[in-house]
């Protein structure tokens, strides 16, 4: 039987006790969520300021993605892809009308969805662009984040994420972000380049926002090179960023793309922790035809990726961010929130810069080298009904369910503004 949690403390201790210590979490024991708000074990109530990384964008438990999910595990959740299902045919309709390629490829985490765009990548390389066998090289970014697996690792700088568990994946380079030029000269210098896999802003990073230009700049180069364009926008998409896409820049589309000049299409458009609300894991690789027909069957699957629990929560979860004006509202919020941060980087000795995109910001502390002020911040804004925890030490990620009201992100930015004043 569980062991019934009373405390956080008890909790805390189980999971140190009996789980392996691959995470530092913030001292916080959660037990219930609803739309912005979460609740820890004591009953205390916080604002949700991470969105567990953006995966929740539609708000905890949110109604409608919790009915389909109930509705389709009383009917049917797995079959695997050995046959048909009723749900995956109109998923897939569904999905790739809504970001607009001919065709979709379903698997369940971020990496994994990662790692089928490397594959179909390579497999477009050799069979198509017609690099030799074994040599199609990827280009990747700098800082960039795009998962766990041995490979994607192999091609991190995060000497944490790497360090030992080599011997490591080839076929790699790894340029600067946000360096156009940098691009350009890989590839002229190397035709054996397939792909160049980024994050239209990096996340993990500390949510570092390129300037505007890069993402078409990288596109017209893709598109002379012959080269595809992955875009992760796992932790982006999906409204994160003030449009259903980030590589949208600043189209004003209502959520759904309407193929405005700011657009950029990547060849490859790599999806997850959102595209599920939170609920359920469901990734996916989008595509046109001309690249995803390079994959044939058993070259490439999955035993959950595209079952019809996954598929139907994923087609409510779309639904939910188009009806309600997600991207429309995380864009209104996001200038919001950093004119108010702005006013605190003034105010404020600890904060020194704020930055972002609709509602995935972050702010920047000034602290030591290894010191630990974003840490204790993150603990009195915890205390205070705020969770949001710090990423590469100094750097403070806000990214609250776009579900957010403007009453309550001002109640929110009031929270911030007076932790970080009464800070010591
Ligand atoms: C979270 C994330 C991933 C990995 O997703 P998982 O579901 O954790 O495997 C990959 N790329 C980006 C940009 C992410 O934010």
């Given at each position: 039987m569980l062991e019934a949690i009373t405390s956080s403390e008890?909790?805390?201790?189980?999971?140190?006790?009996?789980?392996?210590?691959n995470y530092h979490p913030l001292p916080v024991v959660l037990s219930r969520g609803e739309g912005v708000y979460l609740w820890d074990v004591e009953g205390k109530k916080y604002f949700d300021f991470l969105s567990a990384y953006s995966a929740v964008n539609q708000g905890h438990c949110h109604p409608r993605i919790k009915a389909s999910l109930i509705e389709q595990a009383e009917t049917l959740t797995l079959t695997s892809r050995a046959f048909h299902n009723d749900i995956l045919g109109p998923y897939e309709k569904y999905v790739t009308e809504y970001f607009g390629f001919d065709k979709v490829l379903p698997m369940n985490t971020g990496v994994e969805a990662v790692e089928t765009a490397i594959k179909i990548a390579r497999k477009w390389g050799h069979e198509v662009k017609g690099v030799k066998e074994n040599e199609a090289t990827i280009v990747v970014a700098n800082n960039n984040f795009h998962g766990r697996t041995t490979t994607v690792i192999s091609f991190s700088n995060d000497e944490n994420a790497r360090k030992n568990f080599g011997p490591y994946m080839s076929g790699f380079i790894n340029i600067p972000y946000d360096d156009v030029n940098a691009l350009e000269k890989v590839l002229k210098e190397s035709p054996n380049v397939v792909g160049f896999l980024i994050e239209p802003i990096q996340g993990e990073a500390g949510v570092v926002t390129p300037s505007e230009d890069f993402i078409p700049k990288v596109a017209e180069l893709c598109k002379e090179f012959n080269v595809l364009l992955m875009a992760d926008e796992i932790q982006t998409g999906i409204a994160r960023t003030g449009s259903l896409l980030a590589v949208c820049g600043n189209c004003t589309c209502e959520g759904h793309c309407e193929r405005q000049s700011t657009y950029v299409k990547p060849d490859l458009l790599i999806l997850g922790k959102a595209l599920s609300g939170g609920v359920y894991p469901v990734s996916a690789v989008l595509a046109d035809n001309h690249i995803m027909n390079v994959i044939k069957p058993g070259q490439h699957g999955s035993t959950f990726g595209g079952n019809p629990l996954g598929a139907k929560v994923a087609m409510t979860a779309l639904e939910v961010v188009r009806d309600e004006k997600l991207a429309?509202?995380?864009?209104?919020?996001?200038?919001?929130?950093?004119?108010?941060?702005?006013?605190?980087?003034?105010?404020?000795?600890?904060?020194?810069?704020?930055?972002?995109?609709g509602l995935l910001n972050a702010v920047v502390i000034d602290q030591p080298k290894n010191g630990d002020v974003a840490w204790r911040i993150c603990l009195a804004l915890r205390d205070n009904g705020l969770l949001a925890k710090p990423t590469h030490g100094n750097i403070i990620r806000f990214a609250p369910p776009l579900v957010m009201t403007e009453e309550e992100l001002h109640t929110c930015c009031d929270i911030i503004e007076s932790t970080i004043l009464n800070f010591k």
């Open positions: 008890q909790a805390i201790a189980l999971e140190d006790k009996h789980g392996a210590h429309q509202n995380a864009r209104k919020l996001g200038q919001i929130f950093r004119e108010r941060m702005q006013h605190l980087v003034e105010k404020s000795d600890w904060v020194t810069l704020v930055r972002g995109r």
